[in-house]
């Protein structure tokens, strides 16, 4: 860890909380005392919602061109995998949106600055293939880069390089065009963005307001997808101007086989539940399910991490060419569900016995229901646990594996499956709450403020402080089987760089298993 160069006065303060427990190993209390006296930094809030974001509730369900076509997509391309989408169930099982990716521009723009096409590769232009879309009762999305030059400048995959290929000077322009065009969704890409150096925050503001005044004239909303790979921290900000950020680089490259460890990668870097709620989410990227490479088993665990995490659901295999395995996987009504639940919630690490055996859990609408992940990340099968402690749940549980619709029975105080190496188990669980809150307000009885994550910050050593008790996620903690205290389902009270003495400073860090982030509780 970095050290902190910010020193605090102490004030011993006792604290209690909504789950009636005081914080009684010196090292909590150390850690509470570093928080006790003023932050130089407001315990931020989120903004509402921008109005130019559409008015989703759930995570974008559909398919996307470029994992499996790059940039070599046309009308009947999209047209092929548009009928693909309806006649494998896809549609059926709730998949609405298909997403033209890069390599549907080149860059080209007329006299006034508008768009224009090559109508060899699009007869009707952009809006014949949208109206095309909406004919078969489904939604059209469409690209374009926040930058002067898009990914297909930089990056050309199986075209030439296309200067001019973004959006920036043109934003008002475009996204009016995209609305006027007949396209609900438009993903924006950073290539252009990233190598110009701009401040992805102030550029996506106006191309979230851009696309409210287009929608103002048009009255068709557009869903805002906001691709920057987690460049400056989108899950800060993201979620007051779009429906779906991007937390990490692609899931796969042209030209590559997929890699389960690029899913566990990206599956990791979107744990931001803090910034998740109905129609706000991390996106970890594209599915891969289904493409050349992967098993049956890779899929359904890929897919399983997807929905625990609720995560938008764009498959990038080709539909055309749908296998009946893959198609059972994407259109697995139980799974689906877990991932489009109506509370939003992306689901967090509860416990991690032994360095790998990771067990996440996401509650669902309802009472007593929450779906599980047992996720062995090691080289070899093992026993994972997931215990009802640690998931509020008390009693009997009804356990229930959603991949072959069984119930597999009532269990009292937990469940243990045996997993596959590099492999996941999906459960859902329907059982009786604790009367213990999964997460809690930790409240001074001194001063009557909550223990609070300065600003509402992820990062690894942001400050813990005390601040009028808002109800933020920022200030909701959960008591783990670890003894720890998290925030956001990934991040623990941590008594900085190991510290002992009376002034160490209490943050946030990455949950680890160091005695440094336990106490009784």
């Known amino acids: 860890m970095i050290m902190q160069t910010d020193h605090r006065r102490r004030s011993m303060l006792p604290f209690t909380s909504t789950f009636g427990r005081r914080l009684l190993a010196t090292a909590a209390a150390t850690l509470l005392a570093a928080t006790a006296l003023g932050a130089a930094t407001v315990a931020g809030t989120a903004r509402p919602a921008a109005a130019a974001a559409a008015a989703i509730t759930t995570p974008p369900m559909g398919w996307a061109s470029w994992n499996t ?20 169930g896809l549609k059926d099982a709730g998949y609405q949106y298909v997403n033209l990716d890069e390599g549907w521009w ?14 060899t590769e699009w007869p009707g232009g952009m809006k014949a293939i949208a109206d095309y879309i909406h004919g078969k009762g489904l939604k059209a999305g469409i690209y374009t880069d926040a930058g002067r030059d898009g990914c297909g400048y930089y990056y050309p995959t199986g075209r030439p390089a296309a200067p001019g290929s973004g959006s920036e000077g043109h934003y008002d322009q475009d996204f009016l065009q995209f609305s006027q065009w007949g396209f609900d969704y438009v993903k924006v890409d950073w290539c252009g963005g990233n190598a110009e150096g701009l401040d992805a925050r102030t550029s996506y503001q106006a191309i979230s307001d851009a696309i409210g005044r287009a929608t103002a004239q048009t009255g068709r909303p557009m869903v805002l997808s906001i691709c920057n790979w987690g460049n400056q921290s989108p899950w800060d900000w993201a979620p007051a101007m779009s429906n779906l950020w991007r937390t990490s680089q692609d899931i796969i490259y042209w030209g590559e086989s997929p890699s389960m460890s690029r899913v566990l990668a990206n599956f990791d870097a979107a744990q931001h539940p803090g910034a998740q709620s109905p129609g706000h989410t991390n996106d970890p990227d594209m599915l891969i399910v289904g493409m050349p490479g992967f098993s ?4 359904r665990t890929h897919l399983s991490l997807w929905a625990i ?7 990038g295999n080709r539909l055309d060419q749908l296998s009946a395995d893959t198609r059972a996987i994407l259109t697995n009504r139980e799974v ?4 489009q ?22 509650t669902l609408a309802g009472t007593g229901r929450r779906a599980v992940v047992l996720l062995n990340r090691t080289g070899s099968a093992a026993s994972i646990t997931a215990r009802w402690s640690d998931l509020s749940l008390s009693g009997a549980v009804a356990v229930r594996n959603p991949w072959t619709a069984t119930n597999l029975g009532s269990f009292t105080t937990g469940y243990t499956a045996t997993v596959p190496a590099g492999e996941a188990v999906l459960l859902t669980l329907t059982g009786a709450e604790s009367g213990t809150s999964p997460t809690t307000r930790i409240v001074g009885t001194q001063s009557g403020r909550c223990l609070d994550v300065a600003s509402a910050a992820t990062a690894n050593g942001t400050r813990a402080q005390l601040w009028d008790c808002n109800g933020q996620t920022n200030q909701s903690w959960t008591a783990t089987s ?14 900085y760089n190991q510290g002992t003495t009376h002034g160490t400073s209490a943050v946030v860090w990455d949950c680890h298993s160091q005695t440094n982030q336990q106490r009784n509780v």
């Not at 049956?296 to 899929?299: D, I, L, S, T």
Request: proline fraction near 1%; glycine fraction near 8%.
């Open 69 to 88: 076509f790059a940039a070599q997509i046309n009308y009947n391309v999209i047209k092929t995998q548009t009928d693909a989408l309806v006649s494998s």
């Open 106 to 119: 080149q860059g080209t723009r007329d006299a006034a600055g508008a768009i224009t096409v090559d109508t």
């Open 296 to 299: 049956a088993a890779q899929n």
């Open 309 to 315: 995490s609720g995560a938008p659901l764009l498959a």
């Open 336 to 339: 689906i569900a877990v991932d």
């Open 341 to 362: 639940d109506a509370l939003g919630r992306q689901g967090t690490r509860v416990s991690e016995d032994r360095a790998g055996l990771q067990v996440y859990a996401k």
């Open 482 to 495: 670890s003894r720890q205290l998290m925030v956001y389902g990934t991040k623990c009270l941590d008594a």
